[in-house]
């Protein structure tokens, strides 16, 4: 009983601080509530996160109301701690204001970064899930933190990329609005082929193919009496979610469309020239003459 009264005086022993009187029990206190805190804060995050996820909402949505939860929550926790250690918080007027201003200074790019991440996720220009191209690069985000956005490049490479050059440069969406794609194939046959029975069998590979749509519909053009052959390009769109979606879909219409003109006599075009020569041909023996 002894030993326990002693702890209780250790604990409520004051000592003055920067003009306050503290007591042991309350320093022991604060960093117990700060870590209990934290934990508490992730585990209810990863509850909200479930819960979210149960209701099949938007990708960007669910991260958004997962970035604002914890916010709010660890600012609350932070006011807790503050008024555990009867800290007002006037008394961090002066302190932040001289922040505020070194952080003005020293940190544009970071403070940039960070205000454009909130805005890509809650304008959405940009969600998780779209195909971007940006200059010469092109991938799907993956996720879009405070500072930077996660995407995935089509060789499977991450990059980062700062927010603040997703809203001042020019970045390609395929995926803003919908999923429509549209494709161009063009091929060459040789001159003298039949070319309404070509329109036809470029049409028919394209309709053939489940991935085209039918709304728009395919379209063929004519396109011009190239120098070697005579070119023809297909139009088409689809639902695709990148690029190579895009590129397999060429593929196999082109592969269709070669078994299709192999079946029908047509020939695929190639470079060639034809040499005309004026004058009289005369064959140069390659024996050396004898003396």
Excluded at 244 to 250: A, E, F, G, Q, S
């Amino acid at each position: 009983m002894e030993q326990f009264l002693d702890i209780l005086d250790l604990l409520n022993y004051s000592f003055p601080v920067y003009g306050r009187e503290y007591t042991f029990g309350q320093i022991l206190l604060v960093p117990f509530v700060a870590l209990l805190g934290i934990w508490l804060v992730r585990k209810f995050g990863m509850v909200l996160l479930k819960r979210l996820t149960l209701l099949e909402l938007d990708r960007d949505l669910i991260l958004l109301s997962q970035r604002l939860y914890f916010i709010a929550a660890y600012f609350g926790l932070f006011l807790i701690l503050l008024s555990l250690l009867q800290i007002p918080l006037t008394a961090f007027a002066f302190i932040s204001g001289a922040v505020a201003i070194g952080v003005g200074f020293g940190a544009q790019n970071i403070i940039n970064n960070f205000i454009s991440g909130w805005i890509l996720m809650w304008e959405r220009p940009i969600r998780i899930g779209d195909f971007l191209e940006i200059g010469d690069v092109k991938g799907t985000v993956e996720t879009i933190n405070t500072r930077s956005t996660r995407i995935r490049r089509v060789d499977g490479v991450h990059l980062l990329v700062p927010n603040s050059q997703l809203l001042e440069n020019t970045v390609v969406n395929w995926t803003l609005i919908d999923k429509l794609a549209r494709g161009i194939v063009r091929v060459g046959v040789a001159y003298g082929s039949p070319v309404r029975k070509v329109e036809a069998l470029i049409y028919q590979a394209a309709k053939e193919h489940q991935d085209i749509i039918n709304n728009p519909e395919p379209l063929v053009i004519f396109e011009d009496f190239g120098d070697s052959s005579l070119i023809f390009d297909l139009y088409f769109w689809i639902n695709a979610f990148g690029e190579k979606d895009l590129r397999r879909i060429k593929s196999d219409i082109r592969f269709r469309i070669d078994d299709l003109f192999n079946e029908a006599g047509i020939v695929i075009a190639f470079p060639q020239q034809d040499v005309h020569v004026d004058g009289r041909l005369e064959l140069v023996s390659s024996k050396p003459v004898s003396e």
